[in-house]
T-cell receptor, first 113, second 113 residues
Framework: DAGVTQSPTHLIKTRGQHVTLRCSPI?????VSWYQQVLGQGPQFIFQ???????GRGNFPDRFSARQFPNYSSELNVNALLLGDSALYLC????????????FGAGTRLSVL | KQEVTQIPAALSVPEGENLVLNCSFT??????LQWFRQDPGKGLTSLLL?????REQTSGRLNASLDKSSGRSTLYIAASQPGDSATYLC????????????FGSGTRLLVRP
């Protein structure tokens, strides 16, 4: 079975541009979460969607937005990119609320120049 | 506000040694705790998940314990191997219907042949 897939794997943008990152959860998983991991730190929670509804949002500016589609895939959008947005963006999916095992994708490495 | 701390930040051991990684959290009201492994530039691989009602979980050479009252978890790795070299992250789920994970900054482990 395919795991969590993210695209693209690497991305280079310049300040002020917009970026869209994509995530496909494991088949049957209805929850998708997004995390930002800056080099040398643990991942920081950005968003969580369950059954296409936003269930949680971390301490990130409104430049960050996300959505989940009927097939449970998800997009993370970041507008007006800043140098500080350079990071590994991780997507995680989970099956249900009881066990809450998070399965992570390989991430998208975003570099903002 | 929940904060997760991991000590030590880095660890270098000779092959074959048994080792313990530590994780502490400030709020004992957690739903579960997970230990992850991350290889350089890669996503996260879930190693063990401990529900709040459990004291420990084991998988192969790995054993994780949880003491909610003291806000501590340990990951024990038996007979370490060079292939165990990676960053180990612990994360707590605050529960309350939220799927978000709060991560520590990780322990970078190097197992020397």
């Amino acid at each position: 079975d395919a795991g969590v897939t993210q695209s693209p794997t690497h991305l280079i943008k310049t300040r002020g541009q917009h970026v869209t990152l994509r995530c496909s959860p494991i088949s049957g998983h209805k929850s998708v979460s997004w995390y930002q991991q800056v080099l040398g730190q643990g991942p920081q929670f950005i968003f969580q969607y369950y059954e296409k509804e936003e269930r949680g949002r971390g301490n990130f500016p409104d430049r960050f937005s996300a959505r989940q589609f009927p097939n449970y895939s998800s997009e993370l959008n970041v507008n007006a990119l800043l140098l500080g947005d350079s990071a590994l963006y991780l997507c995680a999916s989970s099956l249900d609320s009881f066990r809450n095992i998070q399965y992570f994708g390989a991430g998208t490495r975003l570099s903002v120049l | 506000k929940q904060e997760v701390t991991q000590i030590p930040a880095a660890l270098s051991v000779p092959e074959g040694e048994n080792l313990v990684l530590n994780c502490s959290f400030t709020d004992s009201a957690i739903y579960n705790l997970q230990w992850f492994r991350q290889d350089p530039g890669k996503g996260l691989t879930s190693l063990l998940l401990i529900q709040s009602s459990q004291r420990e979980q084991t998988s192969g050479r790995l054993n994780a314990s949880l003491d909610k009252s003291s806000g501590r978890s340990t990951l024990y790795i038996a007979a370490s191997q060079p292939g165990d070299s990676a960053t180990y992250l612990c994360a707590v789920s605050p529960g309350g219907g939220s799927y978000k994970l709060i991560f520590g900054s990780g322990t970078r482990l190097l197992v020397r042949p």
